[in-house]
């Protein structure tokens, strides 16, 4: 089966560094994604680790582990605007390239 | 980007009707995939449409419950069928752009079903 697991609610002060963890099972492992969804709105594509490392897109960083079936979101400087719902997703390609996404973490930022 | 949108964004219907949501993506795509949101939570996998198929879909949910058709490379429809309250829900559109592994999964706007 398919399993991941990550934080369900994280709260931070603006201008503070976060961490999101998502550990995840899977039959097969394509790729490690984040995804960010505000209240009423569709998930947002934010990144991507098909290899172990660190990828950093801005004020968002991703790291994957596949030895540890592990990663994690760092978000840098945070804003009010960053509270939302992150959701850790792991594409399967052993099961038609589909993508499962975790239960998510909700960011709440405080001024 | 992909610009994908859905159609009817929101609707309020009588238990044991049916529904059809249509997805429109703004370029051919090959895989589509239809997901369920409740408020506050994950979002769960219904079907994969591939176009020229039947779709693919995932435990707990059937054919005959959740009719998908995938006429073309760049629209969809997902029927739900003979509904309770227990579907209300948000329903989601979603294809996947790139290449060479680095793909991203792009969203629909969603379908906000209440089922009185």
Redesign the interface.
Known sequence: GQSLEQPSEVTAVEGAIVQINCTYQTSGF??L?W?QQHDG?????LS?N?LDGLEETGRFSSFLSRSDSYGYLLLQELQMKDSASY?C?V?DEGG?????????TRLFVKA | SAVISQKPSRDICQRGTSLTIQCQVDSQVT?M?WYRQQPG?????IA?ANQGSEA?Y?SGFVIDKFPISRPNLTFSTLTVSNMSPEDSSIY?C?S?RGTG??????????TRLLVL
């Open positions: 394509y790729g994604s995804y709105g569709a998930p947002t594509f991507y098909a959701f997703a594409r038609g390239f589909k993508t499962i996404f975790g239960a998510g | 895989m995939f939570q994950s979002l769960t996998l994969t693919t995932e989601l979603s996947s592994g680095r793909e991203t999964q792009y969203f629909g706007p969603g």
